[in-house]
């Protein structure tokens, strides 16, 4: 299994309309089995329009970022397990006249 693995991501992410098009290299380390941000740094072809901003607050927005979608950006490389997804819970479905009648209560 790889150690490392360096990915790339698009600010539009966590950044909307602000960071679209800027690239982010996210670097994953495997310790102890289990898998870590460990860098996040702007590509070169945009650190002319990040120097401009917020470095700090939008270098930890992407680590963030990184961190709650790893299983979508490196699942396959780093042999993430999927999470167990929770049963969807059935409810009772109601009629449109029973939910005019439960507005009413």
Not at 1 to 28: A, N, P, Q, S, W
Not at 75 to 103: W, Y
């Given at each position: ?31 102890e089995g289990e898998w870590k941000v460990t860098d996040v740094k702007v ?63």
């Open positions: 299994m790889k150690k490392t693995i360096t990915t790339e991501i698009d600010g539009y992410h966590f950044g909307d309309r602000l960071l679209e098009g800027v690239m982010f290299d996210v670097t994953f380390e495997n310790k590509q070169k072809e945009c650190e002319s329009y990040f120097q401009d901003l917020n470095q700090k607050l939008w270098l930890e927005r992407a680590k963030e970022y990184a961190e709650s979608d790893m299983e979508e950006l490196i699942g396959d490389e780093a042999e993430i397990k999927p999470k167990k997804k929770k049963k969807a819970k059935k409810i009772k479905a109601l009629s449109f006249d029973g939910v005019i009648k439960n507005l009413n209560k």
